[in-house]
């Protein structure tokens, strides 16, 4: 499965989330401050 990076919006942090091709979320909440972080090309 792919690995995917989001960058929060809010504080700028990175995360990196396993996802099934078919799963792939365009945005998920921060896990440090909950705001929106929308996936980003790596």
């Known amino acids: 499965?792919?690995?995917y990076e989001?960058?929060?919006e809010s504080c700028?942090?990175?995360s990196t989330?396993?996802?099934s091709i078919?799963?792939?979320p365009t945005e998920?909440?921060?896990e440090?401050?909950?705001k929106p972080a929308p996936r980003i090309l790596s």
Request: charged residues 10%; glycine residues 4%; positive net charge.
């Open 28 to 30: 998920v909440l921060c």
């Open 17 to 19: 989330h396993l996802a």
């Open 6 to 8: 989001y960058r929060c």
């Open 32 to 34: 440090h401050c909950a």
């Open 22 to 24: 078919n799963a792939i």
């Open 12 to 14: 700028g942090k990175v």
């Open 1 to 3: 499965m792919p690995i």
